[in-house]
């Protein structure tokens, strides 16, 4: 199921390339550029064992350190419970190189991941400067068309990455030390199921950490995206 979920999400980030490419859009963000890697979104059930998935295929013990830093950033998220604090304090996404500033499990990275495109200076990403600087294209409808598929699959939740990876990795057939190991790092946290259904997550998507786009020409640009998503509900 994951993987054709991957194969879907890849669909959509080629078609979504080749239509910046025909209305000569460029994005601006590149690779060593790691602003948005210290946002914290919300990933679906099937996103986080797609990306768990991959952290176990981490060389020598690189997954036990993903682990150990998804209970980190998801204590932190307990005590503080916003997004916007998460930025702000510059707390790096567990699947983070943050030496190479580079993303871990790069093809398995979610729809949030794959569809923030900022067109301004990635400077202007960081915590340290005003996000309302920040020019995005919007290619929400894309997302929703990708959570649509998700929604259809059994066990459907959305909850902070860290939280939902996590916990996934406790699913995947880990035996005997590991399995202990990656339970033990579950102690005294919501299961990514309790935190969906609960007030925090109504909370946490209250607050506004997105980019406002500020080109009409490009929030026109996003009205293309509805026939590629009916097709994206058929794959």
């Given at each position: 199921?994951?993987?054709?979920?991957?194969?879907?999400?890849?669909?959509?980030?080629?078609?979504?390339?080749?239509?910046?490419?025909?209305?000569?859009?460029?994005?601006?963000?590149?690779?060593?550029?790691?602003?948005?890697?210290?946002?914290?979104?919300?990933?679906?059930?099937?996103?986080?064992?797609?990306?768990?998935?991959?952290?176990?295929?981490?060389?020598?013990?690189?997954?036990?350190?993903?682990?150990?830093?998804?209970?980190?950033?998801?204590?932190?998220?307990?005590?503080?419970?916003?997004?916007?604090?998460?930025?702000?304090?510059?707390?790096?996404?567990?699947?983070?190189?943050?030496?190479?500033?580079?993303?871990?499990?790069?093809?398995?990275?979610?729809?949030?991941?794959?569809?923030?495109?900022?067109?301004?200076?990635?400077?202007?990403?960081?915590?340290?400067?005003?996000?309302?600087?920040?020019?995005?294209?919007?290619?929400?409808?894309?997302?929703?068309?990708?959570l649509d598929y998700s929604m259809r699959r059994p066990g459907f939740y959305m909850a902070p990455l860290p939280l939902a990876v996590l916990f996934a990795l406790t699913k995947l057939g880990l035996t005997g030390a590991n399995q202990k190991y990656i339970e033990a790092l579950t102690e005294d946290l919501s299961s990514p199921e309790e935190w969906f259904n609960n007030s925090s997550y109504r909370q946490w998507t209250k607050e506004d950490s997105g980019t406002?786009?500020?080109?009409?020409?490009?929030?026109?640009?996003?009205?293309?995206?509805?026939?590629?998503?009916?097709?994206?509900?058929?794959?």
């Amino acid at each position: 199921m994951t993987k054709r979920m991957l194969e879907v999400y890849a669909t959509a980030e080629k078609e979504a390339y080749e239509w910046l490419k025909k209305s000569n859009i460029t994005p601006s963000c590149k690779r060593g550029c790691d602003h948005c890697c210290h946002m914290m979104t919300a990933i679906t059930h099937l996103e986080a064992k797609a990306l768990a998935k991959a952290v176990l295929k981490l060389p020598g013990e690189g997954w036990k350190e993903v682990a150990t830093r998804c209970r980190t950033l998801s204590l932190w998220l307990v005590e503080h419970n916003s997004r916007d604090e998460y930025f702000a304090t510059k707390q790096a996404c567990p699947v983070l190189d943050s030496e190479k500033r580079e993303c871990l499990v790069y093809g398995s990275r979610p729809a949030a991941c794959r569809f923030y495109m900022v067109v301004s200076d990635p400077d202007l990403c960081s915590p340290d400067r005003p996000k309302e600087f920040v020019k995005a294209i919007d290619l929400s409808r894309v997302e929703v068309s990708l959570l649509d598929y998700s929604m259809r699959r059994p066990g459907f939740y959305m909850a902070p990455l860290p939280l939902a990876v996590l916990f996934a990795l406790t699913k995947l057939g880990l035996t005997g030390a590991n399995q202990k190991y990656i339970e033990a790092l579950t102690e005294d946290l919501s299961s990514p199921e309790e935190w969906f259904n609960n007030s925090s997550y109504r909370q946490w998507t209250k607050e506004d950490s997105g980019t406002e786009l500020q080109n009409a020409h490009l929030r026109a640009a996003v009205e293309m995206w509805g026939p590629i998503g009916e097709t994206l509900r058929d794959l």
